[in-house]
Structures are given as C-alpha cells and as structure tokens.
C-alpha cells in the first residue's frame, strides 16, 4: 500500500501562488507515475499534472505556463507550484499515486481558494 499526505493548500488572491506537496509513504518502489487532480465544486475531477518516475511529465492545457510539477526522490515528496492562480483554479487537490500494478492511491485532498 501507499499512503500519500497532501498539504499547501489555502486561500490566495488572483494572480498569486501556492506550493501543493505530497508525501508518500509505503510500497514507494511500486509507484509508476504521480499526479495531481483537482475536483471543483460540481463537476469532475480532472488530472493537472503527472511526473513518471522517468520523469515524462503532462500538464492540462489550462495550466501550462502556470504550474509545474517536480519531485524529490530523497523526500518522497512531489509538488506543484501553481502561480498566477485564477478563480478558476479553485478546487479541492489530491494527489495520486499510479502504481505498475495497475492500482491507484489517493490523497484525501487539500482545498485550493482564489479569491477575485
């Protein structure tokens, strides 16, 4: 199993920037790819961002230019730094581990508020 922690959520002007991290713990070396999801009030979760543990990365179109994920290996830690946030952006964050045994884990979610 893995176990992952969001945290860096919070309440933040347009135009302004936050830092999501996301700790993993547990069957790390199992783990293919990491990302970020957001689900805003009524509608679906949607992907962000993925980092492969080869390092291939994909944004959304609406956030390229805007976030960029990366990862510490020696942390276990990957992040996403969301800068120039827009009201749009606002959304609950989780994050997710996709293992190569075809299993997903989730992150039980960090609220991300832009204020107009």
């Known amino acids: 199993q893995v176990q992952l922690v969001e945290s860096g959520g919070g309440l933040v002007q347009a135009g302004g920037s936050l830092r999501l991290s996301c700790a993993a713990s547990?069957?790390?070396?199992?783990?293919?790819?990491m990302g970020w999801y957001r689900q805003a009030p009524g509608k679906q979760r949607e992907l962000v961002a993925t980092?492969?543990?080869?390092?291939?990365?994909n944004y959304i179109e609406s956030v390229k230019g805007r976030f960029t994920i990366s990862r510490d290996n020696g942390k276990n830690t990957v992040y996403l730094q969301m800068n120039s946030l827009k009201p749009e952006d606002t959304a609950v964050y989780y994050c997710?581990?996709?293992?190569?045994?075809?299993?997903?884990?989730w992150g039980k979610g960090t609220l991300v508020t832009v204020s107009s």
């Open positions: 997710n581990a996709d293992l190569y045994t075809f299993t997903d884990y």
């Open positions: 547990g069957g790390i070396s199992n783990i293919r790819a």
């Open positions: 980092i492969t543990r080869a390092n291939v990365i």
